[in-house]
């Protein structure tokens, strides 16, 4: 079977000022469909410049990277925000939800950027698993951290992505809702199939995963 | 859903929502305003004169259509000759007086006999016609601004003039003193500024001013119907560049605020635009959410500004009883599609770089 994400001799190089940054060195990782996938390394090491790449963010400065199918390396920058409206999803770290939102505004946004509509079936769905139907209509200042993330992580998959990719999901909660979100993230994987990349510090957290990848100096050292 | 987002992040920042709808307020209200008191006084100045009921007025040569600029008196005789023109019913001379004291004014110096022949005699609210040579009658406008009676003295010309009677605005000047007074005021014995002639018949207008310039080849005839024709900014010195002037400032009031504001929205919310883009919006759906706040900001701010202008018309009239503001639909339209442009373009460079912002620098914007 094809894999979902592949990457060859992956390179990104941050310029600041006349000053070359080399964030990727050359990563090769393989994951495929369905799989949960841990990546670990220590901070600068790259995790984060992997995902936005395979989150098309930001395009590679050398070497291959398919994600579906699509080579993001020749891809325009609309073709890879086309690529992440509809097959991408992204947690992050600190949530990042719309504040002048309620939490139902914010997962129902993803939907309406995809173009596909309103699906009521999915957004029930999504929001009974999530556990979120009562604080739906909160705006993310009302909302512990667990619920954020749990917003975060309903409008992240409401649009079905191919890939879900976590970018420290449990860095910014208690011990509690870390497990309530890993839980829900692996449920999702077994009840979905959603492939996961998740970045993360946490062995607890990477223990969750089927795979754990480990980075440094911008190459993936173990798989 | 981006309609709702929109109005979620302007009530989400009231203060600066408040001053750009305030801004915009502004820029219709002075497009309104502007336009409409500096058409409002040419309207009412040409009504006023085509009340007084002739049908063409001469003048000497050279002199202008705006009376206030004529004071080169012609010999009061011309009257009697114009007076022998077939299809003339009546003649009526007067002599301008341009007063500064108080306020700017023209007043007619008057024969008051012929003078109400052409214009069926004036109607009085108090008081009544001149009795004495230093007699004036003010209309009702200028008395209500003024808080003129009848029987109270006028300091006018550097002369006391008594109020002998207060008559419905309309006939030519709001102030009116007898021709003899004005003649010795202004040492032109004898002189007239203007001849309001009357026909027996309308339709014999162009027939007499066809006689008149045989008559008086050199002399300014002009019919009323002329008159009024004449009487907008595109004929008035400077006026089309004052209005011009103050509508670019309004404008660029507008634009300033809008783009401002978009901008320090913009800046504040680099973050929140580095989430829709990694949700997958494109550059077009970040600019038209932009575009869209900046359109509702401007749409609320019109109707304020037309609600202003309303409320400043009749704030202005209180106050200003002799003064006259025209809001017209034509002119409301066009401050709203000038707000309205102004405000995109004020938006549009806000949003172009929003949508051209790096996700991941938006992302990490603290």
């Given at each position: 079977m094809e894999p979902i994400i592949a990457t060859q001799g992956l390179k990104k190089i941050y310029r600041v000022g006349k000053v070359e940054v080399p964030a990727l060195r050359g990563a090769d990782l393989l994951v495929h469909e369905g799989e949960f996938v841990a990546v670990v390394g220590p901070s600068g090491c790259g995790k984060s410049t992997l995902l936005h790449i395979l989150g098309g963010l930001t395009p590679p400065s050398g070497g291959k990277v398919l994600v579906d199918g699509n080579d993001f390396s020749t891809m325009t920058d609309a073709d890879r925000t086309r690529f992440r409206r509809h097959k991408i999803g992204f947690v992050f770290q600190r949530f990042?939800?719309?504040?002048?939102?309620?939490a139902r505004q914010n997962i129902i946004i993803a939907q309406h950027i995809q173009g596909n509509g309103f699906n009521p079936h999915r957004f029930e769905a999504v929001v009974q698993m999530l556990g979120i139907q009562d604080k739906l209509d909160h705006k993310p200042s009302a909302l512990s951290g667990g619920e954020q993330q749990r917003v975060a992580i309903a409008r992240a998959v409401i649009c079905e992505p191919k890939i879900l990719l976590a970018?420290?999901?449990?860095?910014?909660?208690?011990s509690d809702n870390s497990q309530i979100v890993l839980n829900m993230m692996r449920a999702l994987n077994r009840s979905y199939r959603q492939t996961i990349l998740m970045i993360t510090h946490n062995p607890e957290a990477a223990a969750v995963a089927d795979r754990v990848v480990r980075m440094r100096d911008g190459r993936i050292i173990s798989d | 859903m981006v309609n709702r987002m929109v109005v979620s992040n302007l009530l989400h920042r009231p203060v600066r929502t408040a001053v750009s709808i305030l801004a915009v307020a502004i820029e219709v209200g002075m497009v309104m305003l502007v336009v409409g008191m500096t058409t409002g006084l040419l309207h009412e100045t040409a009504k006023r004169v085509e009340g007084v009921g002739a049908d063409l007025m001469v003048q000497p040569?050279?002199?202008?259509?705006l009376f206030g600029l004529?004071?080169?008196?012609?010999?009061?005789?011309i009257g009697d000759r114009l007076a022998?023109?077939?299809?003339?019913l009546v003649v009526a001379p007067a002599l301008f007086q341009f007063n500064s004291t108080g306020g700017l004014n023209l007043i007619y110096g008057i024969d008051m006999p012929s003078f109400n022949r052409v214009t069926g005699g004036f109607v009085y609210h108090a008081g009544g016609p001149?009795?004495?040579?230093y007699d004036i009658l003010v209309d009702d406008w200028y008395a209500k601004a003024n808080h003129v009676k009848a029987g109270q003295t006028l300091n006018l010309l550097n002369h006391d003039f008594r109020v002998a009677g207060i008559v419905e605005h309309g006939?030519?000047?709001?102030l009116f003193i007898p021709l003899a007074t004005a003649e010795d005021l202004s040492g032109a014995?004898?002189?007239?500024?203007i001849f309001f002639v009357k026909c027996t018949?309308?339709?014999?207008t162009e027939d007499v001013v066809n006689a008149i310039h045989r008559l008086l080849p050199k002399y300014q005839v002009l019919s009323v119907k002329e008159y009024m024709s004449l009487m907008t900014s595109n004929n008035m010195p400077a006026l089309n560049t004052f209005i011009t002037a103050m509508i670019v400032v309004a404008v660029a009031i507008g634009f300033l605020v809008i783009f401002l504001s978009m901008y320090t929205t913009i800046t504040e919310r680099t973050r929140e635009i580095g989430i829709l883009k990694s949700l997958g919006a494109s550059k077009g759906y970040i600019i038209e959410a932009i575009l869209r706040e900046a359109s509702l900001l401007c749409l609320v701010g019109i109707g304020a500004g037309y609600a202003g202008s309303v409320i400043a018309r009749k704030l202005i009239l209180e106050a200003f009883p002799t003064l006259s503001v025209e809001l017209t639909m034509g002119w409301a339209f066009w401050a709203a599609l000038l707000a309205l442009v102004g405000s995109l373009l004020g938006a549009f460079y806000p949003a172009l770089r929003a949508a051209q912002l790096d996700p991941v620098d938006a992302l990490a914007y603290e």
């Open positions: 990042n939800l719309l504040p002048t939102l309620t970018d420290e999901p449990t860095g910014n909660l208690d | 040569p050279g002199a202008s259509f004529t004071q080169a008196p012609m010999p009061i005789k022998q023109i077939p299809h003339v001149f009795t004495a040579p006939k030519g000047a709001r014995r004898d002189k007239a500024s018949d309308p339709g014999y």
